[in-house]
């Protein structure tokens, strides 16, 4: 009992204290896979902050290289549409320069980005700074874990903390961290969409500032056929549809 009280002590205390922001993250990307190590996106990503009007806007391109089996390198062009106090949005750029490991076993796949990322623009040196809009380190490890062959949901729990490389008097440090825990599901065809829940929390700050965000995102890989998938697809198709119409079979006859 004595355990209950003090752990709902310590959640009223993170509301009470800290700023506490409600989030709801939509996005939807599109993937083409140019080569067999290169791969090209198009992504639009929606922030709403309050339950109001989407506060962040950020449609982005981006191009990724497998250098070998587990290691990739991408770079990501971000335009941000970002809503000031005067309910106006501001434009940004941003890039992103990521590298990302990966390994796989039998359950459980550990992985980790490294992400370097510079901002240029109006909110650039305009305003409170901010490690996730402006230039800043950032370092994501995550666990994806497979639960059957035959199963649609991959869940996956990750963390990543930011680095503020700000030449000011509270950068050079650590700001702020994210927790998230979710799942991926496989939609029919070559879709998936992923819901996660997010946790981010101010560190090293004098202003502490606490989120909760809620994350959908859907994603559809637009495949590259080669002629014999293309005949082998269109052949099941054909079959699918005289088991549905069986009398087409007799007409064709």
């Keep these: 009992m004595k355990n ?73 062009y971000r335009m941000l549409f970002k809503e000031n106090r005067y309910t106006n949005y501001t434009f940004d ?21 490294f992400r370097y990322q510079s901002t240029f623009g109006t909110l650039n040196g305009v305003g409170n700074y901010s490690a996730e809009f402006d230039q800043a380190i950032r370092l994501k490890p995550a666990l994806t874990f497979h639960i059957n062959k035959k199963s649609k949901y991959t869940p996956a729990v990750s963390g990543e903390w930011f680095y503020s490389l700000a030449n000011k008097e509270l950068g050079k440090r650590f700001t702020k961290y994210r927790l998230a825990a979710g ?47 293309k005949a082998k697809r269109a052949k099941a198709r054909a079959k699918k549809k005289l088991k549905k119409h069986p009398e087409l079979e007799t007409e064709e006859e």
């Design 93 to 113: 750029n941003r890039l992103n320069f990521n590298l990302e490991l990966k390994t796989k076993f039998k359950h459980v796949d550990p992985g980790f980005r």
């Design 183 to 229: 799942t991926s599901y496989n939609l029919k065809g070559p879709r998936e969409i992923e819901v996660k829940y997010i946790f981010g929390q101010s560190i090293n700050l004098p202003k502490d500032e606490t989120e909760h965000i809620l994350s959908l995102t859907y994603s559809y890989n637009w495949e590259k056929l080669t002629p014999e998938e």
């Design 4 to 76: 209950s009280f003090f752990f709902a002590f310590l959640i009223f205390s993170n509301f009470a204290f800290a700023q506490v922001t409600p989030q709801t993250w939509l996005s939807g990307e599109i993937n083409r896979k140019l080569t067999t190590k290169l791969v090209a996106s198009a992504s639009l990503d929606m922030r709403f902050y309050d339950f109001s009007a989407p506060g962040t806007i950020f449609p982005q391109l981006s191009i990724s290289y497998k250098i070998i089996d587990g290691v990739k390198f991408s770079v990501d």
